[in-house]
């Protein structure tokens, strides 16, 4: 049963990533003058990913709470490339801030740099705080939903990994609500490894932080909200349901 799933996990990956390539030859000349059509680019290919992750390895995702509309910043737990491609999906103009080294994946850093991202070098996040601070400001940045990783890499379910305050600073100086989401996703499909398992897949968007916090009650709040939901989410993944 493992081997048939793992080879069920091999020909998904492989699938979406042809299907990336497919799908950037398709929408690259209208996405290369409109953001917008990257915009479109991106979304279909996600529920591509969703779609096709149901039937080809029988994992669902199911997305819980209400997914933010305005201009919000997005604190979200980080397990998979899973969790970026449900909350890009879920929101109407995600971007995120990213390693500046994913700028150089082909057509991946293409496309995010179109859609807003913001890169970042490692060890180098205040730069980019200030940075967006300086645009929102001048109202240079293009609107939409910050989509920032409170612990700053791809974190495994069981693992505890602190917090780093830069998002809290974020917080304090954009003046934007906050929206915490939690997830078990990474039980179903790890940070690293080509095996995925099938199951139902949550990420949930919790109650906004509005702004006007401290920066460490808010990153005490932020912080408690997204463990104890995830860790709630992950026994459902591992024993379901409990009533």
Known sequence: MVVFQFVRSLVFNLFIYVMMAVY???FTPFAIFSTAWAVRACH?????VIWSAKWMIGLSVDIRGTPPTDEVMVAAK???????????SAIPRGKFIMKRELMYAPILGQYALKIGC???DRGKRGQAVRKMKEDVAKGLADPGQLVIYPQGTRVAPDAKVPYKVGTGIL????????VPVA???GHFWPKRGVLRKPGVAVVEFLPRIEPGLSVKDFMERLETDIETTSDRLLAEARFGKSD
């Open 171 to 178: 917080y304090e100086q954009l003046g934007q609500p906050c």
């Open 24 to 26: 950037a030859v398709i």
């Open 44 to 48: 279909a290919w996600c529920q591509l």
């Open 183 to 185: 997830t078990n996703i």
């Open 78 to 88: 980080h397990q998979s490339f899973l969790d970026i491609i449900v909350i890009y």
């Open 118 to 120: 913001v890169p970042v």
